[in-house]
């Protein structure tokens, strides 16, 4: 059972939220964005930290708090006017692909690589405080780094995405005066061959090395003996791929460096081929606005390739690979339980989970469910149907009753509410329905779980039923925002109705197809267990579940889904009493409720049914 916030602590609480606003209102505008005293001390000219704030700025390494993020990230469309002057080739569709050789001061050394590679492609030679007039066989585009009045940081990530405009196949960085360079085209999306040092020149100190081997795609040494000595000095990589070995890279050895370059580009291009190849219309989810989305107007192939390189650069280390929160990139398939039961391949060699397993035919598991969309025209089912829905805000009942009608299916209806006056304003609004509507005054207790699987046991196990729907008028209140009414919308449009008669298509799939047991709305977010694990141990023990768990899990997020009354069996021989749920207020997570809502898609395969989701292209509610 929680612990019950007393009275002072409730009062304590509304204080600080209400001097929170206020301190919020002196601090941003009207648009979210800081203001000009907040910009002055905390950030520079180009919306980058100022040394000393970072703290204030970022709640973890890379990722700013929220009341910034977005008007951080429009700092990149301020680089492009930075490098304007810059003489770059102009990006074009015909010709050769191009790839991007980076050095720092004289390029000629780079003449057999930029032979070598100027056989099949057309070379960038990016050549940082280099003297014009290279003479070598390539587009030269000599940068004076070191007398610009741009900070050297930012000017090298203006480089950086005017290069990514190009769209090269891979980026070579040679030296390690160009590490900054190979960690900004990354960050970019441009697959990086780090040559930390030549056969006569130094070879990167351990914090330029590191920074290479954190970042770039693949890392090259001149010898074997300098990278058996960079694995003496950070054996924290000594797992890592890609970390070769090329003797005299600059000379003799040109042409395999430029082969491994070759290698790391040709690998995105193939992994993204292989995902077009097969049902691409279902990468629409790509389309929802999510937080880690790459800055800018972007084509579904930049989204993958940008999406790859996410993937690429959090696998590289074993970071935590959801931090921050990765999101669907395939409808009906989870990547981060793929890659929990592909660790071999989706994080020992890096590939991308969703192009993995396309390549190995799409095999079934619990990574995959099947995906109902809208249907072409509303129809009725021939299906025993009820609808439960409890409403503590009875106001939102005409709405549920309005995406009700556009299907041709007519549930009887189970309503639930916490008082005698708001069954009575749900007994009104309910008077013209064409079917049978029950209600019912149940405590407020166990929020929508409680009133069903406890207030409507009866009807549950009673057998008159072949599928109940179960939803719930949602105002959730988070810290910083009201979410209940997208989150609501999006669950309703997608299980109900709005603009397609879902409810219809949802009962359909159930009625041509008798094992499935659950469908739900599938969400676009990849979450993990939270703080629910051991709530969920307990309830998986009393339930007799014996599925193995991973760190993730994919369930019906908002708790509102259409289920058939046997699948449920394993949560209804829990026999639920009022007693057993939390009282009043209950915490955002960790209670019994949020456990079993987790835990419901593995319930339905114990008893023998599978799962489904139902999606209406183009939804989300983040």
């Known amino acids: 059972m929680p612990r019950q916030r007393g009275k002072s602590r409730k009062r304590l609480t509304r204080i600080s939220q209400a001097l929170g606003r206020a301190i919020g209102c002196l601090l941003f505008d009207g648009g979210k964005r800081p203001r000009l005293l907040v910009r002055a001390v905390l950030f520079d000219a180009y919306r980058r930290p100022r040394p000393g704030s970072g703290a204030l700025v ?43 050789f980076v050095v720092r001061g004289d390029a000629r050394p780079l003449a057999a690589l930029v032979e070598a590679a100027a056989d099949t492609w057309d070379v960038v030679l990016l050549r940082l405080d280099g003297v014009a007039g290279a003479g070598l066989a390539a587009h030269d585009v000599p940068v004076d780094v070191t007398g610009s009045r741009v900070p050297r940081r930012v000017l090298i990530d203006a480089l950086a995405k005017r290069s990514a405009a190009l769209r090269p196949l891979f980026a070579l960085t040679v030296g390690p005066e160009t590490a900054d360079a190979a960690n900004a085209l990354e960050r970019f999306g441009v697959p990086v061959v780090a040559l930390v040092g030549t056969s006569s020149g130094p070879v990167a100190d351990s914090a330029g090395l590191e920074r290479l081997l954190s970042w770039a795609s693949a890392v090259v040494f001149p010898s074997e003996a300098a990278r058996q ?83 690429r650069q959090r696998t590289l280390l074993r970071r935590p690979v959801n931090t921050p929160p990765l999101r669907r990139d395939y409808s009906g398939f989870h990547p981060l339980i793929y890659a929990e039961h592909h660790p071999v391949a989706c994080f020992d060699q890096r590939r991308y989970p969703l192009s993995h397993w396309i390549q190995r035919g799409c ?10 969309g809208p249907p072409a025209a509303p129809r009725a089912s021939g299906l025993r149907t009820a609808l439960h829905g409890h409403f503590y805000y009875p106001d939102l009942f005409p709405e549920l009753l309005e995406r009700l009608s556009v299907n041709a299916s007519r549930p009887d209806l189970f309503l639930t509410t916490d008082t005698e006056a708001k069954a009575g304003e749900l007994r009104a609004m309910a008077a013209g329905y064409p079917a049978p509507v029950r209600i019912d005054v149940v405590p407020n207790i166990g929020r929508d779980i409680g009133p069903f699987f406890t207030a409507l046991r009866d009807v549950l196990v009673g057998g008159g039923y072949d599928v109940f729907f179960h939803v719930h008028g949602k105002k959730t209140k988070g810290r910083r925002r009201a979410i209940g009414d997208p989150w609501r919308t999006f669950l309703w449009g997608n299980l109900i109705g709005g603009e397609h008669p879902m409810l219809d298509a949802a009962l359909a799939h159930m009625e041509a197809d008798g094992r499935v047991g659950l469908v739900y709305p599938e969400d676009t977010h990849v979450l993990d267990w939270a703080t629910n694990e051991r709530v969920c141990a307990e309830l998986v023990e009393d339930m007799g579940l014996t599925e193995k768990r991973g760190r993730y899990v994919d369930f019906p997020v908002g708790n509102m889904f259409a289920a058939r009354p046997a699948a449920l069996a394993p949560v209804l021989a829990l026999d639920l009493r009022w007693e057993d749920y939390p009282a009043e207020p209950i915490p955002d997570d960790g209670t019994m409720m949020h456990g079993l809502e987790r835990l419901l898609p593995a319930a339905v395969r114990k008893a023998g049914y599978s799962c489904a989701a139902v999606r209406v292209p183009g939804t989300g509610w983040d």
């Not at 890379?62 to 301020?78: H, I």
């Not at 000594?238 to 070995?245: E, H, K, Q």
């Not at 460096?257 to 990468?283: F, S, W, Y």
Request: with cysteine; net charge negative; hydrophobic share 45%.
């Open 229 to 311: 000595a960079a694995r003496d000095r950070l054996p924290q990589f000594t797992g890592r791929c890609r970390v070769l070995a090329v003797d005299d890279p600059l000379g003799a050895g040109a042409g395999e460096l430029v082969a491994i370059g070759r290698e790391i580009g040709d690998e995105v291009d193939n992994e993204i081929a292989l995902i077009l190849g097969c049902a691409p219309e279902r990468l629409e989810v790509l389309d929802i606005p999510h937080e880690t989305d790459p800055p800018g107007e972007l084509d579904v192939v930049q989204k993958l390739k940008w999406q790859i390189f996410e993937w």
């Open 58 to 100: 970022y709640r973890q390494p890379g990722r700013p708090r929220r009341a910034f993020a977005a008007w951080m990230a429009g700092a990149v469309d301020l680089l492009p006017a930075l490098v304007a002057h810059v003489p770059f080739p102009a990006p074009t569709s015909d010709g050769p692909r191009r790839v991007l």
């Open 363 to 372: 095999p079934p598991g619990p990574w995959a469910v099947p995906v109902v």
